[in-house]
């Protein structure tokens, strides 16, 4: 075995154990061609038997994982799609005994991103091809999975705004996120919150609230600084002026953001959160995104680490 890979860093068959499961509604995928991945596929696997390949609507990926956990006819299924094709499936395959490998066909491709795998579907394919499985933390909130992050205020506004907007591919998606931007941040609005932190209370007045799994790393586009850490990274955002939010827009693009005053930071291994509306009046659901795709959460929400709990593929070195 290679000394750079653990015990429970294990090379697997290539193909015949190796299923890949493409949503052919992604924008990657409509603006390419169906043909055009079935030959990377070919490509990726050069002359050996390709796995077998699964274009499939999104309504369509619950049933088909289903169906491939109950047949246990793969150990490895690579999946095509943006961060909520993958996380809707983490969930299903967490504790199956079948490996997840990534095809990034997304806007932002968050896990990806942290396991280094290429935004370039070919390349992606190449590394999946050599892929070895590792074990990473995922997280709940609730009863539903989650891998990157939770966030409460202005993300869920502005997806909310993009999503009523429309869009029609990954540009105008882009577009439409910038409009809904702008929107928010000219009528910024602030949520009453107690938070308990591994038993310890925090009531908070926050514009923005970000529960990750694992801590961020000090760079550019929120990135895990790592994966089986077992713990949430909590970030708040205080009320603040226009100017400030810009000047925090920068600092995150820069990487720079854990110096910005108006950024809080806490780690526990057990968040719940509360909200109370006027007079005092306890709210019973909030909402939220996960891992991009807007929820409605019921309160009191507690979101819990959930170490080691996703076997995924993931470039030899990486």
């Given at each position: 075995m290679d000394e750079d890979i653990s015990p429970e860093r294990i090379a697997l068959p290539a193909a015949q154990e190796t299923a890949i499961l493409v949503n052919r509604q992604s924008g990657t995928v409509r603006s390419m061609g169906e043909d055009a991945v079935r030959a990377l596929v070919a490509d990726a696997w050069q002359g050996e038997t390709a796995p077998q390949l699964f274009l499939i609507d999104g309504s369509e990926v619950e049933a088909t994982v289903r169906r491939l956990t109950i047949e246990r006819t793969v150990t490895r299924l690579i999946v095509g799609g943006g961060d909520g094709t993958i996380t809707s499936v983490a969930g299903l395959l967490a504790g199956s005994g079948i490996a997840m490998g990534l095809l990034p066909l997304g806007t932002m491709n968050l896990l990806a991103n942290a396991l280094g795998i290429s935004a370039d579907p070919a390349q992606a394919l190449r590394q999946m091809h050599g892929a070895v499985t590792t074990r990473i933390d995922a997280a709940r909130?609730?009863?539903?999975?989650?891998?990157?992050?939770?966030?409460?205020?202005?993300?869920?506004?502005?997806?909310?705004?993009?999503?009523?907007?429309?869009?029609?591919?990954?540009?105008?998606?882009?577009?439409?996120?910038?409009?809904?931007?702008?929107?928010?941040?000219?009528?910024?609005?602030?949520q009453r919150l107690r938070l308990t932190l591994d038993g310890r209370v925090l009531e908070v007045k926050a514009p923005a609230l970000l529960v990750s799994n694992n801590v961020y790393?000090?760079?550019?586009?929120?990135?895990?600084?790592?994966?089986?850490?077992?713990?949430?990274?909590?970030?708040?955002?205080?009320?603040m002026s226009g100017l400030s939010y810009l000047r925090l827009a920068l600092d995150l693009?820069?990487?720079?953001?854990?110096?910005?005053?108006?950024?809080?930071?806490?780690?526990?291994?057990?968040?719940?959160?509360?909200?109370?509306?006027?007079?005092?009046?306890?709210?019973?659901?909030?909402?939220?995104?996960?891992?991009?795709?807007?929820?409605?959460?019921?309160?009191?929400?507690?979101?819990?680490?959930?170490?080691?709990?996703?076997?995924?593929?993931?470039?030899?070195?990486?």
């Open positions: 909130a609730g009863d539903e999975l989650f891998l990157h992050h939770v966030s409460i205020g202005i993300q869920p506004r502005m997806v909310k705004i993009r999503e009523k907007l429309g869009y029609s591919s990954r540009l105008t998606k882009m577009l439409a996120g910038l409009r809904a931007m702008a929107a928010v941040l000219l009528n910024p609005q602030s790393e000090n760079s550019a586009w929120l990135k895990q600084a790592a994966l089986d850490e077992g713990v949430l990274g909590i970030y708040m955002v205080k009320p693009l820069r990487g720079r953001w854990r110096d910005n005053l108006n950024v809080n930071e806490e780690r526990a291994r057990t968040v719940t959160i509360e909200r109370r509306r006027r007079f005092g009046r306890r709210a019973k659901s909030i909402r939220a995104t996960l891992d991009g795709e807007l929820r409605l959460l019921p309160l009191p929400l507690t979101i819990t680490s959930q170490p080691a709990a996703l076997d995924v593929l993931v470039p030899p070195k990486a």
